[in-house]
């Protein structure tokens, strides 16, 4: 029983065979080294040629049924085309609505004290204390007394342009009442109610004198109120709009971006304009919900 030496043909590992009572033929050793399968071709008891055996794949067939539905490249390309024109489209409405926001802020931010150019006011003051309406008052506008009218009723007539004013009331025996107040500009014929006996607030103003001597305080009207919060708010909420704004554009987070959208609208851009615009990409975002990075599924 003569044996064979031979070198594997992949790690080179030597290695033998022995021939049981065979002088030719092909036979097949594993090597112990690497593992493959070396087919070793033997004639007269020599070794003619080492091999690696080759493995053969079974076949496959390759036939695509007939109802399976082939790619199409171009629809695919038409919807990340309309997938990218409203991702577009919702960024560019939060913008818009906190860009509105942001100008609205600002303009009431730096509004001038007074409109030296804008028609004369008739403005009411309702002057009385706890039991009665006060006949004879002395009313001062910024430190300077103004002409004034007595209708009755405690109602005085004056005319201011819109601006804000620091208003004292006097009268004997009764303490002066001061009040800061923000007349809006608006129209001297505007008529939505009964507008010839004012509208507090806006253009009539009440001052309840309590009788001794000094001076009260009394609350700022709603528009100083408004003018002096207000502005700091909308530009927050303007700047929050912005980065949702961002978000959106990024498909970074759905949360964030339903956020920025309902802070662009909460920053009452152009009064009207901005929170319409915020709204409508508020109800469009859920068409690219599925776009984002990190939203959740429900």
Request: overall charge negative.
């Amino acid at each position: 029983m003569p044996n064979i030496n031979f070198n594997c043909p992949s790690c080179e590992k030597k290695d033998k065979i022995t021939l049981m009572g065979e002088s030719h033929g092909l036979f097949e050793k594993k090597c112990k080294e690497c593992g493959i399968i070396i087919e070793l071709t033997v004639e007269d008891s020599e070794l003619k040629e080492t091999r690696t055996k080759k493995k053969y794949l079974p076949k496959i067939k390759t036939k695509i049924p007939e109802d399976y539905q082939k790619y199409d490249f171009n629809h695919e390309e038409g919807k990340n085309k309309e997938k990218h024109f409203w991702v577009k489209t919702i960024s560019f409405l939060i913008l818009s609505a906190s860009i509105m926001g942001l100008m609205t802020g600002g303009s009431l931010y730096f509004a001038p004290e007074q409109f030296s150019d804008s028609e004369d006011i008739k403005i009411n003051l309702i002057i009385e204390n706890n039991t009665d309406y006060i006949d004879f008052a002395v009313i001062i506008i910024d430190n300077k007394e103004v002409n004034q009218s007595y209708l009755d009723n405690g109602t005085y007539n004056i005319f201011l342009k819109p601006g804000k004013y620091e208003i004292k009331v006097s009268a004997e025996g009764h303490k002066t009442s001061i009040m800061t107040v923000y007349i809006p500009p608006q129209d001297p014929d505007l008529s939505l109610i009964d507008y010839s006996t004012g509208l507090e607030g806006v253009n009539r103003f009440t001052f309840e004198l309590e009788e001794g001597e000094g001076n009260i305080i009394q609350d700022e009207n709603t528009y100083l109120k408004m003018l002096n919060w207000c502005p700091i708010l909308i530009l927050l909420f303007s700047l929050v709009g912005v980065w949702g704004s961002w978000v959106t554009y990024t498909l970074q987070s759905y949360k964030n971006a339903q956020i920025g959208a309902f802070f662009s609208i909460m920053a009452m851009g152009f009064l009207i304009i901005g929170p319409l615009l915020g709204i409508i990409a508020l109800i469009l975002l859920p068409k690219i919900k599925k776009n984002f990075t990190g939203h959740f599924k429900k």
